[in-house]
């Protein structure tokens, strides 16, 4: 099955590993595990892709 959340653990190149998955009643993935980021190396890719941004806007 394709797969959007590209931050989960079962996601693998926009498909998911898993084979029989559940929807909630949002239609959200029951099994999804979002991948935890340290807080210091999330502040530095925040930082670094809002610098990318800023860059290419002037």
Same mark, same amino acid.
């Given at each position: 099955?394709?797969? =959007?959340?590209?931050? !989960?653990?079962? *996601? @693998?190149?926009?498909?998911? %590993? #898993? +084979?029989? #998955? &559940?929807?909630?009643?949002? =239609?959200? !993935?029951? &099994?999804?595990? #979002?991948?935890?980021?340290? &807080?210091? $190396?999330? *502040?530095? %890719? +925040? $930082? +670094?892709?809002?610098?990318?941004?800023?860059? @290419?806007?002037?």
């Amino acid at each position: 099955m394709k797969c =959007g959340v590209v931050y !989960c653990v079962y *996601n @693998r190149d926009c498909v998911c %590993l #898993i +084979k029989e #998955i &559940e929807l909630n009643e949002l =239609g959200m !993935c029951q &099994e999804c595990i #979002i991948v935890s980021i340290p &807080e210091q $190396e999330l *502040n530095t %890719l +925040k $930082e +670094k892709q809002l610098e990318d941004i800023l860059s @290419r806007t002037v």
